[in-house]
């Protein structure tokens, strides 16, 4: 077996662009240096930053009115995870898969492992899904699971979680990410502080079976599908059950789960501040939960979010953020919108690095407004591309994952043995 992209392709293509890489790099090296920082001890940093891939995120997504497949689309888990070993062997900046249980349910768990060692993968946190119902199921999420006014369906779906841990045992995660989508349509429907307490309950037992070393990640949303009131809807429901739940609890920010204009950085900080930031699903809005691929609407509130993350690392403070993409490819090659949101979350990254922090917090003490927001968009203004691309570059990737993804043919070539998959269906009829 040999890595799905033919390395002579990308080396024969890296060497077209290495010289003009290694200028461009040296230029922007000459440039940090008269502002005092090291051009290599940042690409360092950056080529140890890497976000995690979801199995989901390499079929096309859609709305709830279609779907519109793209060729080739995956059939199994095997199949997403060679999709994944695309996205790391060209851009090298996602080691970690993240699943989804029960759509990424497999026969033989020790096989995938195998599978993704060969693609240099491993796995990140695992998702449970109670939030639709799977054919056989006993008892129907329609009105909740975690939080449902029935204690059999809170079983059922406690005992969901539980599987989910055994698995991500087997191929070796360390956290379980819990998501429900459980709420309301109508006031009145729900009893608030009920349904909360009911969550609480069964999200207790969930805890209780967490092995030692693993996390519980609580992801809050703020509609969707309920759409008047949601059981975990923002971060304070999110960070009183993490405290009420344990150390081994914390919060998990999808950008896209909150009000347009809601100040992210500001809830990251506040989180940090409660030793409960568990980590970020990224991915931009305009709307709500657009699933838009990172940073390409807002990349300023990207760079803002680590900026708060690197001034708390450099200040100390004892965290460790697990970072994935969540986000729905829907007139895109998954492929490629994976690859250049990874990229833009480790630029935004490599950005939030360069911050004069020094200059930053004087300012700041000094209540020089202007100065101190100055710095910031001085950081995030540096083209930083040639550093990403010597990343690439020494990391074995392609200096142009995009470009040379599509001279692969790799999309067609995989089209052969997959059947094309069926369009239309969303949920509305
Ligand atoms: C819900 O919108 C969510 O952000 C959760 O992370 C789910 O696991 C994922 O999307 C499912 O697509
Ligand atoms: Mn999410």
């Given at each position: 077996m040999t890595l799905p992209i033919d390395a002579t392709l990308i080396a024969a293509r890296n060497d077209a662009e290495q010289r003009a890489v290694r200028s461009d790099y040296a230029h922007l090296g000459e440039q940090l240096e008269r502002r005092g920082i090291q051009i290599d001890q940042v690409r360092e940093q950056v080529a140890r930053f890497g976000v995690a891939i979801p199995s989901w995120?390499?079929?096309?997504?859609?709305?709830?009115?279609?779907?519109?497949?793209?060729?080739?689309?995956?059939?199994?888990?095997?199949?997403?995870?060679?999709?994944?070993?695309?996205?790391?062997?060209?851009?090298?900046?996602?080691?970690?898969?993240?699943?989804?249980?029960?759509?990424?349910?497999?026969?033989?768990?020790?096989?995938?492992?195998?599978?993704?060692?060969?693609?240099?993968?491993?796995?990140?946190?695992?998702?449970?899904?109670?939030?639709?119902?799977?054919?056989?199921?006993?008892?129907?999420?329609?009105?909740?699971?975690?939080?449902?006014?029935?204690?059999?369906?809170?079983?059922?779906?406690?005992?969901?979680?539980?599987?989910?841990?055994?698995?991500?045992?087997?191929?070796?995660?360390?956290?379980?990410?819990?998501?429900?989508?459980?709420?309301?349509?109508?006031?009145?429907?729900?009893?608030?502080?009920?349904?909360?307490?009911?969550?609480?309950?069964?999200?207790?037992?969930?805890?209780?079976?967490?092995?030692?070393?693993?996390?519980?990640?609580?992801?809050?949303?703020?509609?969707?599908?309920?759409?008047?009131?949601?059981?975990?809807?923002?971060?304070?429901?999110?960070?009183?059950?993490?405290?009420?739940?344990?150390?081994?609890?914390?919060?998990?920010?999808?950008?896209?789960?909150?009000?347009?204009?809601?100040?992210?950085?500001?809830i990251l900080a506040r989180l940090l501040s409660a030793d409960k930031l568990a980590g970020f699903h990224f991915n931009d809005s305009k709307y709500g939960d657009d699933d838009l691929d990172a940073g390409s609407v807002s990349p300023y509130r990207l760079f803002l979010v680590f900026n708060e993350l690197v001034a708390a690392a450099k200040e100390g403070l004892a965290f460790d953020p697990a970072y994935m993409l969540d986000q729905s490819h829907n007139v895109t090659d998954p492929i490629e919108s994976l690859m250049t949101s990874a990229i833009q979350v480790q630029r935004s990254y490599a950005q939030a690095l360069l911050v004069d922090r020094?200059?930053?917090?004087?300012?700041?003490?000094?209540?020089?407004?202007?100065?101190?927001?100055?710095?910031?968009?001085?950081?995030?203004?540096?083209?930083?591309?040639?550093?990403?691309?010597?990343?690439?570059?020494?990391?074995?990737?392609?200096?142009?994952?995009?470009a040379t993804y599509r001279a692969s043919g790799y999309r067609n070539r995989v089209a052969q043995t997959r059947p094309a998959a069926a369009g239309g269906g969303g949920g509305i009829v």
């Amino acid at each position: 077996m040999t890595l799905p992209i033919d390395a002579t392709l990308i080396a024969a293509r890296n060497d077209a662009e290495q010289r003009a890489v290694r200028s461009d790099y040296a230029h922007l090296g000459e440039q940090l240096e008269r502002r005092g920082i090291q051009i290599d001890q940042v690409r360092e940093q950056v080529a140890r930053f890497g976000v995690a891939i979801p199995s989901w995120g390499v079929g096309t997504g859609g709305t709830r009115f279609a779907r519109f497949p793209g060729q080739g689309e995956p059939r199994h888990v095997f199949d997403k995870l060679q999709d994944c070993g695309v996205i790391q062997q060209l851009a090298r900046a996602t080691p970690t898969v993240s699943l989804h249980i029960p759509w990424d349910k497999c026969s033989d768990w020790g096989e995938l492992r195998e599978a993704a060692g060969f693609h240099g993968l491993g796995f990140d946190a695992i998702n449970s899904n109670t939030f639709s119902d799977q054919p056989g199921q006993a008892h129907s999420y329609k009105f909740g699971s975690l939080s449902h006014t029935d204690a059999a369906t809170r079983a059922q779906a406690v005992e969901h979680n539980l599987e989910c841990i055994e698995i991500g045992q087997q191929i070796g995660s360390k956290a379980l990410t819990v998501w429900v989508g459980d709420g309301s349509n109508f006031p009145g429907q729900q009893h608030f502080r009920r349904a909360f307490d009911r969550y609480l309950e069964s999200a207790r037992q969930i805890y209780a079976a967490l092995p030692g070393d693993w996390r519980m990640m609580l992801e809050h949303k703020i509609c969707e599908p309920a759409f008047y009131s949601t059981v975990i809807q923002d971060w304070g429901s999110s960070l009183m059950a993490a405290q009420l739940l344990g150390p081994k609890a914390q919060c998990l920010v999808d950008l896209g789960h909150h009000a347009p204009n809601v100040n992210i950085e500001l809830i990251l900080a506040r989180l940090l501040s409660a030793d409960k930031l568990a980590g970020f699903h990224f991915n931009d809005s305009k709307y709500g939960d657009d699933d838009l691929d990172a940073g390409s609407v807002s990349p300023y509130r990207l760079f803002l979010v680590f900026n708060e993350l690197v001034a708390a690392a450099k200040e100390g403070l004892a965290f460790d953020p697990a970072y994935m993409l969540d986000q729905s490819h829907n007139v895109t090659d998954p492929i490629e919108s994976l690859m250049t949101s990874a990229i833009q979350v480790q630029r935004s990254y490599a950005q939030a690095l360069l911050v004069d922090r020094a200059a930053l917090d004087a300012a700041q003490e000094a209540n020089d407004a202007l100065t101190a927001t100055h710095l910031l968009k001085q950081a995030f203004q540096t083209d930083v591309t040639p550093l990403l691309q010597r990343v690439r570059l020494d990391g074995g990737g392609a200096i142009d994952p995009v470009a040379t993804y599509r001279a692969s043919g790799y999309r067609n070539r995989v089209a052969q043995t997959r059947p094309a998959a069926a369009g239309g269906g969303g949920g509305i009829v």
